[in-house]
């Protein structure tokens, strides 16, 4: 006897089997037990949960290029009728005593596609829920009221539900206009096309004028790349006429974006006060690696793969390479700084990040003051000289970050800010230019009274 037989699990095939062929339909030839077909009760006994892949005519203007765009708009548009269409109630657990367990199936996402693992247990377009030719492949998830054992009743009850809820996507399906799927498309396209261009344009990212980079985090989008836009005042991004504000064409609708555009091999700056959004702009930057819905509010801010990230933190070292800022190793760790073993120091795991990331010739990488080792980024004066910190680095051996462009925030780093090539000033929440020779002037000036209040106390 297998050990789903007399379970609900034991019964899947005969209620699949027991669904017709029309125009919406279970995707048999896409069923694999308990991974995306499976009829489970819940660990607290009172609900029976479902997965179940469907296949249902796409509707006119959603196949073709950017297919995965006019995906998301379907997804969204099933989610959006859930409360008002009865049928669609298994989806959010309607009637189950928990039904926020179903809450991830109905949570609105603005995220089409990621190469990062980050949302995979929302419903969003995925190899399961996706446009392939005329058809659209979906997977639903949800939950049903536990019925009991499966008796021929319960088992009749269950495969009505499922009948009444695949006609009821199919219905929600064919209503999305034509127009709004042919746009999703279009900038769907729009994006994958502007990342493979943007490394012939002499660009590692591209943020387009309008764009807004600040984030709502709910407690199913909680990271970054997958919350959805902030809610309430949001000032849009604009680039400073100062610093060369450039123009794309967009492959998908034609359309010609204007905004910034970070350089290959450039050292750029975000620089500002606290809480002013530099935080906020280098996880948009991270970001621009995925493709977004209209609306998300990062939809023209595009980065090229592999943007890469050097942070603090202590862990054990194997082999790591942190000679391009240690000459000699602090004791404790064993080896040489060609190849450094032992527990790593916040400012040991920034150093070998970093060169991890630009000996494999990271397009860009990101630094951000609030998780950095400052000490690996501007000298002091109590410094060993057997460290070279970042501004120094670049100061006299640019040449040494290779392709990588570097990106960082920074608020208090001025002798690193210093040595940008430009400096974007975030002010207000708004982005204005700030000319490195004025900055380092201003510096100057800074340093200069600093000097003379250290000399009135001696």
């Known amino acids: ?74 997804i969204e548009a099933i989610k959006a009728a859930v409360p008002g269409e009865r049928d669609l109630g298994p989806i959010a657990g309607a009637g189950t005593e928990h039904p926020r367990h179903c809450l991830p199936n109905v949570e609105p996402v603005t ?179 995925d493709d977004h819905a209209a609306g998300d509010g990062r939809e023209l801010l595009v980065s090229v793969d592999g943007v890469a990230r050097a942070e603090a933190g202590e862990r054990d070292l194997a082999g790591a390479d942190v000679s391009l800022f240690f000459k000699s190793l602090p004791p404790g760790l064993a080896g040489t700084p060609r190849a450094a073993f032992g527990r790593g120091s916040g400012s040991l795991v920034m150093a070998q990040e970093f060169q991890a990331a630009v000996r494999a010739s990271a397009p860009l990488l990101l630094l951000d003051e609030d998780r950095s080792a400052t000490n690996l980024l501007v000298p002091g004066c109590l410094q060993s000289g057997e460290v070279t910190p970042l501004a120094t680095l670049l100061a006299t051996r640019r040449e040494a970050l290779g392709e990588t462009a570097l990106l960082f925030a920074a608020s208090s780093l001025d002798i690193l800010i210093a040595q940008a090539d430009r400096i974007l000033l975030l002010a207000g929440h708004e982005a204005r230019a700030l000319d490195r020779g004025e900055f380092r002037r201003r510096l100057d000036v800074y340093l200069a009274e600093v000097r003379e209040h250290l000399a009135e106390d001696e």
């Open 1 to 74: 006897m297998s050990g789903t037989e007399g379970s609900w699990q034991g019964q899947v095939h005969r209620i699949v089997a027991g669904i017709g062929d029309g125009r919406a339909r279970i995707d048999r030839g896409a069923m694999r037990d308990l991974v995306n077909t499976y009829l489970v009760r819940s660990l607290d006994t009172t609900a029976l949960r479902f997965s179940l892949p469907l296949l249902l005519a796409a509707p006119s203007g959603a196949s073709g290029p950017g297919a995965d765009g006019a995906a998301g708009v379907l």
């Open 111 to 289: 995220l089409v596609a990621s190469r990062s693992a980050v949302g995979t247990d929302l419903w969003r377009p995925d190899d399961g829920n996706r446009i392939d030719g005329d058809s659209l492949r979906l997977v639903i998830r949800g939950a049903l009221p536990y019925p009991g054992p499966p008796t021929p009743g319960a088992v009749g009850e269950v495969m009505d539900r499922f009948s009444a809820l695949i006609e009821g996507l199919d219905r929600v399906v064919r209503r999305v206009p034509e127009r709004t799927l042919v746009a999703a498309r279009d900038l769907s396209v729009d994006q994958k096309a502007l990342r493979c261009a943007l490394p012939g344009l002499g660009l590692v990212a591209f943020v387009a004028d309008g764009t807004r980079p600040a984030r709502t985090f709910t407690p199913f989008r909680c990271h970054p790349r997958i919350a959805g836009p902030k809610e309430g005042v949001h000032i849009p991004f604009r680039c400073p006429a100062d610093l060369d504000p450039v123009e794309v064409e967009l492959a998908g609708s034609g359309r010609v974006a204007t905004g910034l555009g970070i350089r290959r091999r450039e050292a750029f700056a975000v620089a500002g006060s606290n809480a002013e959004g530099k935080s906020t702009f280098l996880h948009a930057i991270v970001a621009g690696q």
